[in-house]
């Protein structure tokens, strides 16, 4: 309990001081907004499966499990329901919220571009804490976020014309460690994950049975403090993960490693590790961040990379049938 208690406060310390790179390549603090809603684990008393909102940002309510589940739903304006589109999930991090995932990892501007629906759920709260449940640290939690998981898609397929071989995962930290998990325990659903400073945790790792070839990105800073890039007890680490998936998915065993180019002229350059020869024309990729702490990289940011624009281009390239043409 004592160790479960050391992890949280550690990882509750993203929604204050998230780290991202400067010029030089260092930390600096880039917090993402946090607005964390405490009526997000009620009782079924409360009106549920409603959307409120005008425009193309919808706030919505989601009666799962006896719980009313929250979660934010943005349909471009370039849906016109005459034709199927993908649906992105972007789970956010510990202690964090909705809102301030879809501030932080903004893909609103993307989906209006490439035609997708995007979908921010909120978690519940553990310990007050809003969290998705992965194991590790959010251990006592009793919630089933994979279930709620599968019925949003289910929700979302009925009121929108959704291209249900698309339906990809996203998030930040603990959001990305519920996009592994969804790989692992919902991979009928997803074609595709990304996880942006997340990881997987032991009872992932040991329990992962994908039911089909998956395409797997992670984006990870080599400085990473709050969840170590070189794994810890109650986290894997990134060559883990990696040798995981490349293995899991048939891939080469020796990936390639190129240096990405140091756009920003900061001296600090990223690499990035492509397994190849995957089943199904499947990819397993890494992009170490090197010198980059618990951050979502932008050059806003001071990285020469942007996560949005890196992720949404890998996602969108795999359907559950194969390379999408």
Not at 72 to 92: A, D, K, M, R
Not at 205 to 213: G, L, M, Q
């Amino acid at each position: 309990m004592q160790r479960t208690t050391l992890i949280l406060l550690q990882i509750a310390l993203v929604t204050l001081t998230s780290a991202c790179g400067g010029g030089s390549g260092g930390n600096s603090s880039a917090t993402p907004e946090v607005s964390v809603n405490t009526t997000t684990q009620t009782s079924n008393t409360q009106t549920a499966d409603e959307c409120s909102g005008s425009g193309s940002q919808l706030d919505c309510t989601f009666n799962h499990d006896g719980l009313v589940r929250e979660y934010i739903l943005y349909v471009p304006q370039s849906y016109t329901g005459s034709e199927s589109v993908p649906l992105l999930f972007n789970f956010h991090g510990y202690g964090s919220s909705a809102i301030g995932q879809m501030n932080y990892g903004d893909f609103r501007v993307l989906a209006e571009e490439e035609q997708f629906i995007l979908l921010a759920p909120q978690g519940t709260l553990l310990e007050d804490t809003s969290h998705w449940n992965v194991g590790s640290w959010t251990s006592e939690s009793t919630v089933d976020d994979v279930g709620f998981t599968s019925a949003l898609i289910d929700k979302i397929a009925t009121d929108y014309l959704i291209d249900l071989s698309r339906v990809y995962s996203t998030g930040m930290s603990n959001g990305g460690y519920m996009s592994h998990q969804l790989a692992c325990l919902l991979s009928d659903n997803f074609a595709a994950i990304a996880s942006v400073t997340g990881s997987m945790s032991p009872e992932t790792f040991n329990d992962c049975a994908p039911t089909h070839s998956t395409s797997v990105l992670q984006i990870h800073g080599t400085e990473d403090d709050v969840v170590p890039y070189a794994g810890a007890d109650w986290t894997k680490s990134m060559d883990a993960i990696m040798d995981f998936w490349s293995t899991y998915n048939g891939c080469d065993p020796a990936p390639s490693i190129t240096a990405l180019p140091d756009t920003n002229e900061d001296g600090t350059i990223a690499d990035l590790i492509a397994y190849a020869n995957c089943i199904n024309n499947v990819e397993v990729q890494l992009y170490r961040m090197n010198e980059m702490g618990h951050t979502w990289p932008e050059p806003g940011r001071g990285w020469d990379i942007s996560g949005i624009n890196v992720i949404w281009s890998f996602l969108s390239r795999h359907s559950l049938n194969g390379l999408v043409e």
